[in-house]
T-cell receptor
Framework: DQQVKQNSPSLSVQEGRISILNCDYTNSMFDYFLWYKKYPAEGPTFLISISSIKDKNEDGRFTVFLNKSAKHLSLHIVPSQPGDSAVYFCAASAHGAGSYQLTFGKGTKLSVIP | EAQVTQNPRYLITVTGKKLTVTCSQNMNHEYMSWYRQDPGLGLRQIYYSMNVEVTDKGDVPEGYKVSRKEKRNFPLILESPSPNQTSLYFC?????????????FGPGTRLTVL
């Protein structure tokens, strides 16, 4: 049973517009969430994270929103740039339960069109 | 330069021929992990290690072994590879800090088992 779900396999956005990538989770023990970006032929790179004690975390063009009651988080990229074209993975862990294991979603491929 | 290195980057082998994929990190990280990435399945954890001589199974450990004799190295061993182990493998490492676990990933090893 998938505990972290990214229901959109792909997303296309015009350059300069907002990209919104969504992620849902089912495990209520998850208390720390991360987004990774992956280019072809490279390993995933950490992008941004959020603890469950917050509902928003911002880093430059990237903002992650967490809605605990809905078990939903989203990554906003504003403005989107062609270099943002990559596969984005959502991940979660249960630090409060003593686990540092990351559970990943299947990824969303973002294409930013110039 | 802080990094996670994996060798080899590409490997084609035959069923039953033992192989080892090496992983090394130079960041003095306690936590190390192996993942496999398969189309439509995202990243799945194989094994992880919280520190030297401490290893544990992830979500898909069958057919794999690991060891952690030194802090910097975490090799992945396939004693008798089978075609269903054809995949893209990533090693990752991180510090263990309360409430955070941003993992740094290696560049990946593409394994084909014939």
């Amino acid at each position: 049973d998938q505990q972290v779900k990214q229901n959109s396999p792909s997303l296309s956005v015009q350059e300069g517009r907002i990209s919104i990538l969504n992620c849902d989770y089912t495990n209520s023990m998850f208390d720390y969430f991360l987004w990774y970006k992956k280019y072809p032929a490279e390993g995933p790179t950490f992008l941004i994270s959020i603890s469950s004690i917050k509902d928003k975390n911002e880093d430059g063009r990237f903002t992650v929103f967490l809605n605990k009651s809905a078990k939903h988080l989203s990554l906003h990229i504003v403005p989107s740039q062609p270099g943002d074209s990559a596969v984005y993975f959502c991940a979660a862990s249960a630090h409060g339960a003593g686990s540092y294991q990351l559970t990943f979603g299947k990824g969303t491929k973002l294409s930013v069109i110039p | 330069e802080a990094q996670v290195t994996q060798n080899p980057r590409y490997l084609i082998t035959v069923t039953g021929k033992k192989l080892t994929v090496t992983c090394s990190q130079n960041m003095n990280h306690e936590y190390m992990s192996w993942y496999r990435q398969d189309p439509g399945l995202g990243l799945r954890q194989i094994y992880y290690s919280m520190n030297v001589e401490v290893t544990d199974k992830g979500d898909v450990p069958e057919g794999y072994k690991v060891s952690r004799k030194e802090k910097r190295n975490f090799p992945l061993i396939l004693e008798s590879p089978s075609p269903n182990q054809t995949s893209l493998y990533f090693c990752a490492s991180s510090l263990i800090r309360e409430g955070r676990n941003e993992q740094f990933f290696g560049p990946g090893t593409r394994l084909t088992v014939l």
